[in-house]
């Protein structure tokens, strides 16, 4: 059996083992190659070695077999034994036959049990690093909370609950992000890179994968597949506007996002640095989106150039400051989002007083009203400005329904 010195060698890694997470198939694998290379390097050959290992008992066993051969033909000990020396062993053995002895590992000397250790030590590191590598590669787009563990100029440095490195460079950070140390964080892993065998994972709180995963952990209806989350545009710390979808007629997905008083948004702005978040109906109707989009300014009409993804807004001056936003925000992100190019117009061609299309719904259904500001009219104007004729195909309107529409639109002015 091994020596003292020997047990205590492998309790070594056996310990090395729990801490790492490194499987027993895996650790008596590593263990046999460690001490196959060594004695490789000492003998020139392994193949006439047994090796035992038990690292549940932390022990280890060496067999060597050797062919008896007469003491004047010795020339391999590696591989034969004299015969004076095998009937040392037992008187019986012969010339031929084959022998098998154990071997004290640590009287091969200091240098072959400390380049054991080097051996066992680098596999297991490199084991290690394939493990943090396969881990994260797989945890990419998810979210994680770890622990701040140095916080530098270009970069903060995490630890996870292994005690794996994470980084959130400077520029994957919340312009309003402020960190302490060994608080825990949250953020959103967004790449796994591996350069010679140095596996780096990179974190990001400004992705938009980020804010999407806090959406889902906050709105059940999202985790569950009821809601999409079908479009998000950020500026980071400031200012975001995000597109929902529901596959269920009753539920409201901006109400659900939202929550009763704002409780379940409320969690998503805390986290991101009270970020602004505005949260829009999606619809696949360019012309509605671009308007739900642009909100809160409340748009006259729209002409859509699809050709070239642009869209020109015409709206009422008093509208046209909402529209642009603080700093041009809202029709930055309201680009971002339906991504098309808008370029915001004073609607001058409206002479007087104009009254909106949704004024009107005691008088004209809302599903016409709908149908009227797909095809960019969102004022009474903008319907009177436009031929009977191209209101019907253009709508999908019965001619008796716009020919209604119209008297009731027209009356409004009439009485004025």
Known sequence: MANKKEVNMIDTFAEFKENKNIDRTTLISILEEAFRNVINKMFGSDENYDIIINPDKGDFEIWRNREVVPDDELKEPNLQIALS???????????????????????????????????????????????????????????ISAEVYQIWKKEILFLDDEENELILPKSEQIPGDFFRKNETRRAVVVKVENQNNNPKIILSRTSNLFMQRLFELEVPEIHDGLITIK????????????????????????????????????GIVRELCNENIDVVNYTANTALFIQRALSPAKVSSIKIHEADKKAEVYLRPEEVSLAIGKGGMNIKLASMLTEYVIDVFRDVDIDGEDIYLDEFADEIEMWVIDALKNIGCYTAKNVLAMNRNDIIEKADLEEDTVDEVLSILKAEFEEE
């Not at 000397?109 to 690093?129: C, D, F, T």
């Open 85 to 143: 020396e095998a009937q040392k062993i037992d008187p019986d053995y012969e010339v031929g036959e084959a022998i098998t002895d154990e071997v004290d590992f640590a009287g091969f000397g200091r240098r072959a049990v400390l380049n054991l250790r080097q051996a066992l030590a680098s596999k297991i590191l490199e084991l290690q690093k394939d493990s943090i590598y396969n881990k994260y590669k797989d945890m990419v787009g998810q979210i």
């Open 231 to 266: 479009r998000i545009a950020r500026i980071p710390g400031e200012r975001a506007k995000v597109a929902v979808e529901s596959y269920d007629d009753r539920i409201d997905p901006v109400g659900a996002c939202v929550g009763m008083k704002g409780a379940r948004i409320h």
